[in-house]
């Protein structure tokens, strides 16, 4: 069975500067990869090239002058075709979706869809015969909760570009991965607290907090894995990945989730008798 080894691959992280992105970089890494990472924040990312002996590459993904010299400054600084690209990098405002602002949509869309296709567009020609690009996406799409419709409808955007690619470039991999709910991402460093506040009450009553949260360190650790799978195995395509916590969801507010660990089963309460 073949191991799934990043020895000697050339891998590029889009959103590697913290949360899915970093964990995927620093596992890759350590298996051996060459690794480049792709954000806005350059001190964290210069953190993460430190740590996996990358190369830190400063883009914004909202700017298509940024997302045309991705590619070229990663196969320079990577030393040849690239065997892996992962698109984690996304931003999430919370806000009902008549009260978004043209501004936040426009940003929103440049970050969430339009980045990352340009970013794989430019990068197609300097791909290995069997490489993969994976993109991260949400259990949102089409199941939609309070707040987060604008993010959705980027996401779903994200997973119809995805077909089209696939659609259009048959002898390459591309890959949807969808993440539900994940400590220690930075998934909600946009979240306005009033709002959530608001929010939180509606999210309970239809039962889309998840009672378990997957730890970030824990799903990328997996991703990677999976990816190295694929590598491993140039004839196999997996088209949907799909990594959600164990368990149900909270139905109340003295509940807490548990962050990578089944929560024990509930019982229900007994029966004195008085019941009518």
Known sequence: MPKPDFADRRVLVVGGSSGVGRGIALAAAA???????????????????AETGGTAITADLAEPEDCARIADEAVAALGGDIHAVVHTAGVSPLMRIAHTPPEVWRRLMATNIIGPVLVTS???????PDALVAFTS???????YHG??????SK????????????ENPRVRFTRVEIGDTAGTDINRD????????????????????EVLMDCGDLSG???????????????S?????FHGAGGVLTSFDQKPSVGVPQPERLPIADNGNRR
């Open 238 to 242: 997996a088209n949907n990945l799909v």
């Open 148 to 153: 987060v419709g604008a993010y959705s409808a």
């Open 222 to 236: 997996m991703i990677t894995e999976a990816l190295g799978q694929l590598l491993a195995r140039p004839g196999i």
């Open 122 to 128: 430019a990068v197609l020609p300097a791909l290995a």
């Open 156 to 167: 779903a955007a994200l997973d119809q570009a995805i077909l089209s690619l696939r659609l």
């Open 191 to 210: 979240f306005d607290m009033a709002t959530r506040g608001e929010l939180a009450p509606l999210w309970l009553s239809h039962g889309v907090l998840s």
């Open 138 to 144: 949400s259990r949102s799409v089409g199941h939609p």
């Open 31 to 49: 298996q051996g990869a060459r690794v480049a990472v792709v954000g806005r924040r350059a001190a964290l990312l210069a953190e993460v090239a």
